[in-house]
C-alpha cells in the first residue's frame, strides 16, 4: 500500500480562560501561527428555567471564537478535564496533509481521554470565510462548538462592499435531557432520538419559549450601514428557514467560498452548512423591533422539534421609548416548502473569476452512486425495539451498507497498514448491488447490512459522486459533508437519477462549491472534486458507510 498513489477518504454518517486575542508568532512564508487552548469543562448552565451541567469549551455555550486569516498556522491545545471522551473536528478546513487535525474520533483521531489532552496543528490554505468547529464524538456537540472566522490576507479585501461589522450567529438546540442519554436510548431502542426542547441564536433560546424572555438574542444596529452576519447552522440534524421582519439578506458567500451575490427575504441552511449575507439597515430609523426567526425544514415520517426560535433586531436611537415600539414578525415557508428549498439551492453559483474561478473537473475518472436512506436492523434477542416494528431498529445506510464504527481510528489503521487485520474492509460498492425504483415503491426487505467498508480511490483523480435519496421508510432531505474537501454541485433534481439525461444539463461553468450539500427529499445530488488531498474524506449527516484511499508515497511523511 506505501507505493500506492492514493488518498484516504471516509464516508461515515457524520482552558481555564480563553485567550481574548491568540497568541501570534512568526510562521514560515504565508502568515503567522496562532495559538489556542480549549479547557474541555463542565458547566452549570440554565435555559427554559432549567439548569443542568453540560460540556463546554473554556465555560462557554456556545464555545470561543477562532479567528484567524488565510495562509495562518493554528495550533490549538485541547485539554479534557470532563468524564467523557472528546475530539474536536474543523467542519470545513481542507486540512491539506493534516489529516491527523481534522478531529472525527475513530476515524482521524482516538478520542482525548479524561485527564488528557491533544493538539491540533494546521494550516488554513486557501480558504477564506465563515467555518465553525465542534465536538466530533457522540453528541457532545450540542453544546461543544463556536465560530471559526478566516479572514483574507492583510491587504486583500473581500468581493464585496467592506461591511461596517462583522455578526456571527449561530443557529443551535438546546436539550433539557442530557444530549448523550438522548442518543444513546435512541441508540439502544433502535427508535428515532428524542427532539431539542428549543433552537437557539448563539446559545439563547427567545421569547417564543417558556421562562426564556429574558434569554433573548438582540441584534442592535445603526440606520444606514451595512451589516457581514456570518450565519451557521450548528444544530444536531435539523435544516433552518431564516428571516429578518422588514429586511432582505444578500447572500454573498456560502461554506466559507464567495458566491455571485443574491437578495433573498428567507434563507434556508442546512447543518453542517454557513452562510454569509449583507443587512442593509435602514436609512433612519424606524419605530419598530424586527423579529428575527429560524424554524425547521422537514420532509421525513419522524418527529422532529417543531418549534421557532426568535431573536430581536434592534435599532440603536437615543431616543422613544423600546417599549412602545411595534414588534414585527417575518415570513416563513411552510415545514415541509420542498419547492422553495429547491428554488433556493438553485440560485448559489461560485464567483468563476480568474482571481476566485471555479475548477470544476471537466472530466471524470470515478464515477460513483450512492443511495442515502434508512432502512433495518434485527432487534437483539430478548429485546423490544422501538423501530418500524417492535422487533427492528432503524438503521440508516448509504448502498444499503450502515457504517460500524471501529475501535482503532480509520487513519491510524490505515497509516500502520493494519487494514487486513480486521479493523476496515476496501469493498464498499460504488453502485447499489441491487437497483430498484428508489424513489417509488420501495422494496418489502428493508434490512441493512453493517460494516466498516471504505473505497479506494487513486490520488488525484476526478471524482464524480451522485447521492440518490430513497423511500425506503419514507423520502427525507440528508444532509452531506466532505472531510477535507470543497466540491463542486453540479446538478440536482427529484426522483430518480437518469444517467443519460440528466448529465448533459450538469453546470460545468460555475457551480456552487461548498462542503456540505443536501440531498433532495425524493431527489438527488451530483458533485464532483479533485481527490488530491491525503487521508481524508466524507461524513453524511446520517449514520454512513465509508471510503478510503491510499495516500500517495510522498505524501507519506508529512502527515
Given at each position: 500500500?506505501?507505493?500506492?498513489?492514493?488518498?484516504v477518504?471516509?464516508l461515515?454518517?457524520?482552558?481555564?480562560?480563553?485567550m481574548?486575542?491568540?497568541?501570534?508568532?512568526t510562521?514560515?512564508?504565508t502568515?503567522?501561527?496562532?495559538?489556542?487552548?480549549?479547557?474541555?469543562?463542565?458547566?452549570?448552565?440554565?435555559?427554559?428555567?432549567?439548569?443542568?451541567?453540560?460540556?463546554?469549551?473554556?465555560?462557554?455555550?456556545?464555545?470561543p471564537?477562532?479567528?484567524?486569516?488565510?495562509?495562518?498556522?493554528?495550533?490549538v491545545k485541547v485539554?479534557?478535564?470532563?468524564?467523557?471522551?472528546?475530539?474536536?473536528?474543523?467542519?470545513?478546513?481542507?486540512?491539506?496533509?493534516?489529516?491527523?487535525?481534522?478531529?472525527?474520533?475513530y476515524?482521524?483521531q482516538?478520542?482525548?481521554?479524561?485527564?488528557h489532552?491533544?493538539?491540533y496543528?494546521?494550516?488554513?490554505?486557501?480558504q477564506r470565510?465563515?467555518?465553525?468547529?465542534h465536538?466530533?464524538i457522540?453528541?457532545?456537540?450540542a453544546?461543544?462548538?463556536?465560530?471559526?472566522?478566516?479572514?483574507?490576507?492583510?491587504?486583500?479585501?473581500?468581493?464585496?462592499?467592506?461591511?461596517?461589522?462583522?455578526v456571527?450567529?449561530l443557529?443551535?438546540?438546546w436539550f433539557?435531557?442530557?444530549p448523550?442519554?438522548?442518543?444513546?436510548?435512541?441508540?439502544?431502542?433502535?427508535g428515532g432520538?428524542?427532539?431539542?426542547?428549543?433552537?437557539?441564536?448563539?446559545?439563547?433560546p427567545?421569547?417564543?419559549?417558556?421562562?426564556s424572555?429574558?434569554?433573548?438574542?438582540?441584534?442592535k444596529?445603526?440606520?444606514?450601514?451595512?451589516?457581514?452576519?456570518?450565519?451557521?447552522?450548528?444544530?444536531?440534524n435539523?435544516?433552518?428557514?431564516?428571516?429578518?421582519?422588514?429586511?432582505?439578506?444578500?447572500?454573498?458567500?456560502?461554506?466559507?467560498?464567495?458566491?455571485?451575490?443574491?437578495?433573498?427575504?428567507?434563507?434556508?441552511?442546512t447543518?453542517?452548512?454557513?452562510?454569509n449575507?449583507?443587512?442593509k439597515?435602514?436609512?433612519k430609523?424606524?419605530?419598530?423591533?424586527?423579529?428575527m426567526?429560524?424554524?425547521?425544514?422537514?420532509?421525513?415520517?419522524?418527529?422532529?422539534?417543531n418549534?421557532?426560535?426568535?431573536?430581536?433586531?434592534?435599532?440603536?436611537?437615543?431616543?422613544?421609548?423600546?417599549?412602545?415600539?411595534?414588534?414585527?414578525?417575518?415570513?416563513?415557508?411552510?415545514?415541509?416548502?420542498t419547492?422553495?428549498?429547491?428554488?433556493?439551492?438553485s440560485k448559489?453559483r461560485?464567483?468563476?473569476?480568474?482571481?476566485f474561478?471555479?475548477?470544476?473537473?471537466?472530466k471524470?475518472d470515478?464515477?460513483?452512486?450512492?443511495?442515502?436512506?434508512l432502512?433495518t436492523?434485527?432487534?437483539?434477542?430478548?429485546?423490544?425495539?422501538?423501530?418500524?416494528t417492535n422487533?427492528?431498529k432503524?438503521?440508516?445506510?448509504?448502498?444499503?451498507?450502515?457504517?460500524?464504527?471501529?475501535?482503532?481510528?480509520?487513519?491510524?489503521?490505515?497509516?500502520?497498514?493494519?487494514?487486513?487485520?480486521?479493523?476496515?474492509?476496501?469493498?464498499?460498492?460504488a453502485?447499489?448491488?441491487?437497483?430498484?425504483?428508489?424513489?417509488?415503491?420501495?422494496?418489502?426487505?428493508?434490512?441493512v447490512?453493517?460494516?466498516?467498508?471504505?473505497v479506494?480511490i487513486?490520488?488525484?483523480?476526478?471524482?464524480?459522486?451522485?447521492?440518490?435519496?430513497?423511500?425506503?421508510l419514507?423520502?427525507?432531505?440528508?444532509?452531506?459533508?466532505l472531510?477535507?474537501?470543497?466540491?463542486?454541485?453540479?446538478?440536482?433534481?427529484?426522483?430518480?437519477?437518469?444517467?443519460?439525461?440528466?448529465?448533459?444539463?450538469?453546470n460545468?461553468?460555475?457551480?456552487?462549491?461548498?462542503?456540505?450539500?443536501?440531498?433532495?427529499?425524493?431527489?438527488?445530488?451530483?458533485?464532483?472534486?479533485?481527490?488530491?488531498?491525503?487521508?481524508l474524506?466524507?461524513?453524511?449527516?446520517?449514520?454512513?458507510?465509508?471510503?478510503?484511499?491510499?495516500?500517495?508515497?510522498?505524501?507519506?511523511?508529512?502527515?
Amino acid at each position: 500500500m506505501g507505493t500506492s498513489p492514493a488518498i484516504v477518504m471516509i464516508l461515515f454518517v457524520a482552558v481555564g480562560c480563553f485567550m481574548a486575542y491568540p497568541e501570534a508568532v512568526t510562521a514560515k512564508h504565508t502568515g503567522i501561527t496562532r495559538h489556542y487552548t480549549f479547557n474541555i469543562k463542565l458547566k452549570n448552565t440554565t435555559r427554559l428555567c432549567h439548569t443542568k451541567s453540560i460540556v463546554t469549551v473554556n465555560g462557554k455555550f456556545p464555545g470561543p471564537r477562532v479567528i484567524t486569516r488565510e495562509g495562518d498556522r493554528l495550533v490549538v491545545k485541547v485539554v479534557n478535564h470532563v468524564p467523557n471522551n472528546i475530539s474536536i473536528h474543523w467542519h470545513g478546513v481542507r486540512q491539506l496533509r493534516s489529516g491527523w487535525a481534522d478531529g472525527p474520533s475513530y476515524i482521524m483521531q482516538c478520542p482525548v481521554q479524561t485527564g488528557h489532552s491533544y493538539v491540533y496543528n494546521f494550516t488554513i490554505t486557501g480558504q477564506r470565510g465563515t467555518l465553525f468547529w465542534h465536538a466530533h464524538i457522540s453528541w457532545l456537540r450540542a453544546t461543544v462548538y463556536g465560530p471559526l472566522i478566516i479572514l483574507p490576507r492583510r491587504n486583500e479585501s473581500y468581493p464585496f462592499v467592506k461591511p461596517y461589522k462583522e455578526v456571527p450567529i449561530l443557529f443551535g438546540e438546546w436539550f433539557n435531557a442530557d444530549p448523550e442519554a438522548v442518543i444513546n436510548q435512541s441508540l439502544q431502542t433502535g427508535g428515532g432520538p428524542n427532539v431539542s426542547d428549543a433552537y437557539t441564536f448563539n446559545g439563547l433560546p427567545g421569547p417564543l419559549y417558556n421562562c426564556s424572555a429574558k434569554d433573548t438574542y438582540k441584534l442592535k444596529v445603526k440606520p444606514g450601514k451595512t451589516y457581514l452576519l456570518r450565519l451557521i447552522n450548528a444544530a444536531l440534524n435539523d435544516e433552518l428557514f431564516f428571516s429578518i421582519a422588514g429586511h432582505s439578506l444578500t447572500v454573498v458567500e456560502a461554506d466559507a467560498v464567495y458566491v455571485k451575490p443574491f437578495e433573498t427575504n428567507v434563507l434556508m441552511i442546512t447543518p453542517g452548512q454557513t452562510t454569509n449575507v449583507l443587512l442593509k439597515t435602514k436609512p433612519k430609523a424606524p419605530n419598530a423591533t424586527f423579529l428575527m426567526l429560524a424554524r425547521p425544514y422537514a420532509t421525513g415520517m419522524g418527529t422532529f422539534d417543531n418549534t421557532t426560535v426568535a431573536g430581536i433586531l434592534e435599532y440603536e436611537t437615543p431616543s422613544s421609548s423600546l417599549k412602545n415600539r411595534p414588534l414585527l414578525k417575518p415570513g416563513l415557508p411552510a415545514i415541509n416548502a420542498t419547492n422553495f428549498v429547491a428554488n433556493f439551492t438553485s440560485k448559489f453559483r461560485s464567483l468563476a473569476t480568474a482571481k476566485f474561478p471555479a475548477n470544476v473537473p471537466q472530466k471524470v475518472d470515478k464515477k460513483f452512486f450512492f443511495t442515502v436512506g434508512l432502512g433495518t436492523k434485527p432487534c437483539p434477542k430478548n429485546q423490544t425495539c422501538q423501530g418500524p416494528t417492535n422487533t427492528t431498529k432503524f438503521a440508516a445506510a448509504m448502498n444499503n451498507i450502515s457504517f460500524a464504527l471501529p475501535r482503532t481510528a480509520l487513519l491510524q489503521s490505515h497509516f500502520f497498514s493494519q487494514y487486513s487485520k480486521g479493523v476496515y474492509t476496501t469493498d464498499f460498492p460504488a453502485f447499489p448491488l441491487i437497483p430498484f425504483n428508489y424513489t417509488g415503491t420501495p422494496p418489502n426487505n428493508t434490512l441493512v447490512n453493517n460494516g466498516t467498508k471504505l473505497v479506494v480511490i487513486p490520488f488525484n483523480t476526478s471524482v464524480e459522486l451522485v447521492l440518490q435519496d430513497t423511500s425506503i421508510l419514507g423520502a427525507e432531505s440528508h444532509p452531506l459533508h466532505l472531510h477535507g474537501y470543497n466540491f463542486y454541485v453540479v446538478g440536482q433534481g427529484f426522483g430518480n437519477f437518469d444517467p443519460e439525461n440528466d448529465p448533459p444539463k450538469f453546470n460545468l461553468v460555475d457551480p456552487v462549491e461548498r462542503n456540505t450539500v443536501v440531498v433532495p427529499s425524493g431527489g438527488w445530488v451530483a458533485i464532483r472534486f479533485q481527490a488530491d488531498n491525503p487521508e481524508l474524506g466524507l461524513r453524511n449527516g446520517m449514520d454512513g458507510v465509508g471510503w478510503r484511499t491510499p495516500k500517495p508515497e510522498a505524501a507519506s511523511s508529512t502527515l
